[in-house]
Every structure is written in structure tokens, then in C-alpha cells.
């Protein structure tokens, strides 16, 4: 049976969410606050990446976070502040921080980012769309001796997941990467993992959901929910109030704050990211993340993308030029023939991305409310997570059986 349905957030979320949605029938109208060009979905690394399987909450994290609490340019900086969203937060993703944890999230999020890399494939055939794909792996450069056996021995981890992982030497590297000159002690290379360059795909989903019918409200922010009998009737934006059956709340960073109207405090932080592009000739042809700054280097369709960081310090998109640097520092420490610019780097970028407590998204219905589905709290994994959510998203409003089991993802589990 056909729905009208709202979609408050414009992100990847949001649009994939769209795109299954009306695939499946449904009148689908997307809200959001932005103009819907730029954020996360838009300055993100584009890695699809079931390499990733170790969740942000693991052992040792807390601890290192604890660390790097003072230091601005830490690859996690945790901002201290005196919230109590934010002390519950905290609190939870220190009880998340466990070996046990992170044994129950490897087989979740491995599942969901597999299913988005069968899903981008299946995108890109059945719309013709022509957005930069490639299956080139994921190489994590290692500079220090201890960072390379922890490397390994996720690497190990990942194998006997039954991913392509492995370990190579700097010979092995030089043959794969002949035109970029790397310093490092070793790597691990994941072969499973694929890169995009996000604003392509983005621009072309946007053009072929106006085509299908979906309709397209930006810069109206919503401000209210008109509830009754703990269910949403309508939103109210700055400009209008919109009526539908069912809702899907992808607003990212901001989902939080929309969902205590409903009584439903997800535990959901901000977590900025930077990019900084470049179009200098990097030789860089393989997809890498600096495993020591967590910086990921990425060459997109006619430039290369420098991104990092985790900074929790709240709604903002204030650019801390320290952190900029920091990014910069790191890419000519381990591309020595790569310098980034000033203007490069004066064209920085930002983004939000929705952290939860465990590192596992928020896919589904709360008993709060029984016409909301959530779609929020996926950390850095939003693009290797967002076709795979967005199919989620529909199957739960079309009342079909999910293709994934979503109990690690269920919106009301506890921590």
C-alpha cells in the first residue's frame, strides 16, 4: 500500500532512504535545513569499506581520548564540557569500550557495509548513473613498529572474517603505488574495500529522485512535531506544516534534538571531520589511511582528499585551523612529495557526522512512536552505510522482512 512519507535530512541517509522508498511505491517528500550541498555526505572520504569492522567505541579508546582531551590536534579530541547530552554520552561510550562489545558489532557493521557495496553496484547499473567508482582496497600505512602489529593482528582479524586482507611489505607497496613516494615502516591492504568521490554520487541521486517524483524542501528547517497519541500527524518547518503517514528521522547531528520532542533521548554527539582537496599530481592511485593521524587519502575524479579527524566539542561549524594543519602535516610526513598549499588549505571544509555511544547506527522504530523510523548515529561509516540503511528503511515502512537483522541497530537498545 502506497504511503506518504516525510524524510526530515537531505544527507546520503536521507536520499538513499528516498530512493528505496519509491521504488517501493511510496510519495516521498525530503526536508532539510541546508541547501543540500554541502556536510558529511559531501566532504567525506567516499570509502565503502567492510574493512572497518572494529566499531569507535573499542578497548582503549576511552582511555587514549582521555589522553588526547587537551590536545587540539589529537586525531580524537573530546571537548570537556559541562552537558548533560553530552555526560551521557560520555558515560555510555565508556561502557561500550570492551572486547565483548566489539565482538557482538564486528558481524553487524561488516554485514550492512557489504550490503551497501552490492547496492552501490546495483545503483549505478539499474540508473545508468556515471558517478567515479572504484575497487581499488584500502592500504593502512604504518610508520611505527607498534602501529603495524596492531594493524596486523586487525588485519588477521579481518581475514578470518572472511575479508581480503593482508599484510605487505614496502616492496609489495612501491609495486602497487610506483608513482608515490611513501614513508613507512609496512602496511596491511585490504582489497575488499572500494572508493567514490561523494558529490558525484550525491548530484546524480538528487537529479533522479526530482525525476521519480520525490519532492524537495531545502533550507526549511523543522522547528516542531505535531504529535498525537504518540504519533506524528505533521512537522512544522519555518515555512510550512506537512502532513504525512509515516516520517524517517536522517537529520545526522541534529536528530537528537528533534527526537526528545517525541521522549526519545538518543544519545547522539557531533563528531566534525575536515577535508582538504588538492589537484596537485600526487601520484596517489590506491585509497590509504595514515594509520598513526587517522588521516584518509583518497583520489577522487580529477583531485586527491586529505580527511581526518574526530573532533566532539558540540553543534558547530567553526574550522580549527590547528586541526588543518595537522592534517597537512601528516600527508607530506608520509607523502614526502606532497605539500599541501595555503590556499588549499584555506579551502578546507567541514562536516558532522552523528556519533552514538557503541558505533552502531540507529536503524528503525522506537516504541515511542510507531510512524518514526530513525536513520541516524552512523559515525564516520554514513557513505559505507547508506545505500544498506536506506533499503533498511524501506523494507521497515513497507512492513517487509529486513534483509539484515536490525537488533544491533534497534533505536530504544540499551548501554
Known sequence: MSK???????????LCSAYYLQKEGHQVIIIDQSNMNSGASYVNAGYLSPSHIIPLSAPGVMKKGLKWMFNKSSPLYIKPRLDLDFLKWTLAFNKSCNANHVNKAIPAIKGITLLTQDLFDDIKREESFSFHYEKKGLLMLCQ???????????????????LDANEISKEELQILEPTARINI?????YKCDSHSTPREF??????HLKSVGVTFFPNDKVEDLIITNGKIEAVKTKNQVLKADEFVLAAGSWSSILSKKLGLKLLLQAGKGYRINTTQKTGITIPSILAEAKVAVTPMNGFTRFA?????????NNINKVRVETIAKATNNFYPDVTLTQEEKNDVASGLRPVSPDGLPYIGKSSKCNNLT???????????MGPATGKLVSEVISDKKTILNLSPFHPDRKF
Open 4 to 14: 506518504n512519507i516525510i524524510i526530515i535530512g537531505g544527507g546520503v541517509i536521507g
Open 144 to 162: 611505527t613498529d607498534k602501529m603495524l602489529e596492531e594493524e596486523i593482528k586487525t588485519a588477521l582479524l579481518a581475514k578470518r572474517e572472511g
Open 185 to 189: 615502516k609496512g602496511a596491511t591492504y
Open 202 to 207: 550525491m548530484t546524480e541521486m538528487k537529479t
Open 308 to 316: 581526518g579527524t574526530m573532533e566532539i566539542a558540540g553543534i558547530s
Open 374 to 384: 530513525i536513520a541516524t548515529g552512523h559515525a564516520m561509516m554514513g557513505w559505507s
